[in-house]
């Protein structure tokens, strides 16, 4: 424990070294009081010599998180009386990092006096450009990182919404890793292209003799899932007669391998993602009701890239840092721009490949506007090549889908398809 301020309650400021957490004694007034050494070793000391505000030593501000536009756990918790939880950006010794805010309020009398503000770093996210698997402070993202923290340590089944390279599967890693199965195993079904009988024997395994070609007996990814995470991904594209077996998988944890008589039982935790409007597709009958309810219980929004502008320059320098770690790279102010203005229909993905371009392209380490210039035309299509009847029918499509706002069915009735045809050349 280390006091803060003179008027500090010993009592109280003794209860912060039962906590297995950084932890700090707070006033009604966001006065900072004591702290325990895990505060001190993971957020730095706190000079005890002036007034400390919890809103100035965690974020630099002059004025409380709710009045510089962020939630506010302590008011929150003042107005309920009971714990609150926000996830912020604070200022660290190692820079700035996502932490997992808990507001724990002290009552005298029926009174609320102090607070006990417990602060858990994230692990899955930087709020600036390093190693970490995924990088950004925006709105958009800190939602997303916000619900992946929340739903991690339970069992829940999760759905993750969001385009293609999105960063879909980073969370559904972060979510298994964050999970009491993470020593566990995390398998991965890409369910895109699947026929009937790959899916079987994928999912289900098989044993000696089921099929031409079946020579010794292979167990599929619903056992090796047992006591871990099994990850569907892309599960909107899972043809309608599938789904009926996926669904009695997950409703009574029991399969049988393809070709066996002997039923088997798994238990895991389900994590869904695809790019696809699921409820559409219901309403379209083509993805059952019923499995669409077993995999929505907690679903989280991916954003795409143009709902988190504000994070290209940290995605951008930690891509490049990763792209060529022997080489320094810099990107003009120009060049920076040019990225956040660009349109990125494959999301980080896409941003990754301008910028490995970039590394190749380049005289020097600096990547002005110049080069950025060559990335985006290299994939164009050259003046002496004609476009194929697919590429021409896939911009035909497109033009249609963003002249009528996504409206599918009017889209389909026009261009003289069925709507699941038209599902289909979108996503090929």
């Given amino acids: 424990m280390r006091i803060i301020a003179r008027e500090t309650n010993n009592d109280m400021a003794n209860m912060l070294d039962g906590y297995e957490h950084p932890a700090i004694l707070v006033t009604v007034d966001y006065k900072i009081l004591a702290t325990n050494d895990l505060y001190a070793e993971r957020f730095g000391e706190i000079n005890p010599k002036k007034t400390n505000y919890c809103y100035q030593v965690s974020h630099g501000y002059t004025k409380p998180c709710d009045q510089a536009g962020e939630d506010c756990p302590l008011m929150a918790a003042k107005s309920s009386r009971r714990k609150e939880r926000v996830l912020h950006i604070h200022q660290t010794p190692r820079g700035k990092e996502h932490v997992d805010v808990e507001l724990l309020p002290i009552t005298e009398n029926g009174e609320v006096k102090f607070f006990v503000e417990l602060l858990k770093p994230v692990q899955i996210a930087s709020a600036e450009d390093s190693n970490q698997n995924w990088v950004g402070n925006s709105p958009a993202f800190n939602r997303a990182i916000a619900l992946i923290t929340r739903v991690g340590p339970s069992d829940a089944a999760v759905l ?11 969370a559904a890693h972060a979510i298994h890793n964050a999970s009491l199965r993470k020593d566990n195993a995390m398998v991965t079904l890409e369910c895109a292209g699947l026929t009937e009988s790959l899916f079987e024997s994928e999912l289900f395994g098989y044993v000696k003799g089921a099929f031409t070609g079946a020579i010794h007996d292979r167990p599929g990814l619903a056992e090796a899932a047992n006591g871990g995470t099994l990850f569907l991904d892309e599960i909107g594209d899972i043809p309608y007669p599938l789904q009926v077996k996926l669904l009695r998988l997950l409703e009574t944890g029991t399969y049988r391998p393809v070709g066996s008589t002997e039923s088997k039982t798994t238990l895991f935790r389900l994590i869904c993602a695809t790019h696809k409007n699921i409820e559409e597709l219901v309403e ?47 990107l003009t102010n120009t060049a920076m721009n040019q990225l956040k203005q660009h349109h990125y229909r494959g999301n980080v993905r896409e941003l990754r490949n301008i910028l490995t371009r ?19 035309n290299i994939s164009e ?9 697919k590429e021409l029918e896939l911009r035909y499509l497109e033009k249609l889908m963003q002249r009528y706002k996504d409206d599918k069915e009017k889209v389909a009735e026009i261009a003289g398809i069925s709507v699941r045809s038209l599902y289909r050349k979108l996503s090929d």
């Fill in 160 to 170: 993750l919404l969001g385009p293609s390279g999105s960063g879909k599967e980073l």
């Fill in 284 to 330: 379209k009958d083509l993805f059952r009701q019923d499995l669409y309810y077993r995999i929505n219980v907690f679903p989280i929004h991916i954003p795409a890239l143009q709902e988190r502008i504000e994070d290209i320059p940290i995605i951008a320098k930690t891509l490049l840092k990763r792209i060529t770690p022997n080489t320094d790279f810099i």
């Fill in 358 to 376: 970039a590394t190749v392209l380049a005289n020097t380490n600096v990547i002005d506007n110049h080069v950025l210039e060559q990335c985006f």
């Fill in 381 to 389: 299509t050259p003046e002496n090549e004609e476009p194929n009847l």
